[in-house]
Structures are given as C-alpha cells and as structure tokens.
T-cell receptor
Framework: QKEVEQNSGPLSVPEGAIASLNCTYS??????FFWYRQYSGKSPELIMF????GDKEDGRFTAQLNKASQYVSLLIRDSQPSDSATYLC????????FGKGTRLHILP | SAVISQKPSRDICQRGTSLTIQCQVD?????MFWYRQQPGQSLTLIAT?????????ESGFVIDKFPISRPNLTFSTLTVSNMSPEDSSIYLC????????????FGPGTRLTVL
C-alpha cells in the first residue's frame, strides 16, 4: 500500500524563524509532489508543487525533493502567525495520496 | 485556478436518511474528485467522476452508498445514502489544474453531521 508519512506535530516555531516540515513516501515511482495548507475549518489550499530533484522557491516557501531518499520537505522562511495551519504533503502516482498533515504553530 | 462551490456548506441529518452534495466549477474540467476528511484525519479519495461515464470508486467505497452524478463538465453531485454517525465527515470535491502534474484545487467542503 502506497503511503505518505508526516509527523503530526504540533511543530512550534518562533515568529520570524524558519519552519521545516518533512514528508516521506513509499512509492519510488511517484512523479509529482505537493504541499497543501489547511486552516482549521477550511479546505486544503495548494501552495507548492515540485517534481524535479532539488529546491523550488516561491516567496517565503521552498520545497525540497530528494527522490533517492523518497523525501520531500517544505521550508517557510520568516514564519508569521498567519502560517499557523496544518500542512498536508501529497504525492501523485496514478492518483494523489495525502499524508495526515503536520500542525504548525507560529509563536508570536 | 478554478473557482469551486459546494452546497450545502453544512448539514445535520438523521440516521437512515440521504444527503446530496452539489459541486459547481466555473470552468469545464474533465475529471472531478470526491474526498472525505474525517475529524483529525487526512483526505481519503472516494471516487473520480468523469463526464459521460460511470464514476470510478476507491477501495472501501461503493456506488450504492455513494452514488455520483456527472451530467456535464462543470457539475457533479455526491449522495451519501442511508447515513450513519460514522458518515459524519467533511466532504470535498476537487478538480485538477490545467496541468495535471500541478495538483488539485478543492472546493470549500460540506460538513456533515449524522445523529
């Protein structure tokens, strides 16, 4: 069974620091990788996608992919209280499989 | 990204009844997806709805329990039939981006409580 694993948290990070969220996946054939942000009571919002090894930067967000290690991460620079949410890692093979999410809490 | 709306946004239903959830997209899309998110859990795909063909259900989900309609390229419905408290969940529809590898976009969800 294909799996996507995340630490459930909560991960507490001081405001202004870098938040690092990690995800591992089981299917070596996976091609596309996504990070979604989900605020409490809201639906998931796509914030990053990556499908090549290395880093992809978009504003304060950087997605990192290492296919050899089957590992994908999300870095949030200059963390803000508004970044407090659950972050879902998702992996696309023939369908998208979601991890259970990591709760991130930015401390003011 | 597509703009997706769902109706109702929430409902409280009695055991044994059925509820139909509507999903409307502001552009034509080939595939629409229905997910369930139970409290504190991640997203579980129920089925993929293609226009003009039967929906494709994931393991553990059956058409009798979750019938789906897809009458055109901008609309789909999911019915939760013969509900029990275990069906209490958030139900979400989603569509793929124009480039499938760029992910899916979700509607606002329907929060269902079954008493």
């Amino acid at each position: 069974q294909k799996e996507v694993e995340q630490n459930s948290g909560p991960l507490s990070v001081p405001e202004g620091a870098i938040a690092s969220l990690n995800c591992t996946y089981s299917d070596r054939g996976s091609q596309s990788f996504f990070w979604y942000r989900q605020y409490s009571g809201k639906s998931p919002e796509l914030i990053m996608f990556i499908y090549s090894n290395g880093d992809k930067e978009d504003g304060r967000f950087t997605a990192q992919l290492n296919k050899a290690s089957q590992y994908v991460s999300l870095l949030i620079r200059d963390s803000q209280p508004s970044d407090s949410a659950t972050y879902l890692c998702a992996v696309n093979d023939d369908k998208i499989i979601f991890g259970k999410g990591t709760r991130l809490h930015i401390l003011p | 990204s597509a703009v997706i709306s769902q109706k109702p946004s929430r409902d409280i239903c009695q055991r044994g009844t059925s509820l139909t959830i509507q999903c409307q997209v502001d552009s034509q899309v080939t595939m629409m997806f229905w997910y369930r998110q139970q409290p504190g859990q991640s997203l579980t795909l129920i089925a993929t709805a293609n226009q003009g063909s039967e929906a494709t259900y994931e393991s553990g989900f059956v058409i009798d329990k979750f019938p789906i309609s897809r009458p055109n390229l901008t609309f789909s419905t999911l019915t939760v039939s013969n509900m029990s408290p275990e069906d209490s969940s958030i139900y979400l529809c989603s569509v793929e981006s124009l480039r499938a590898a760029a992910g899916q976009f979700f509607g606002p969800g329907t929060r269902l409580t079954v008493l």
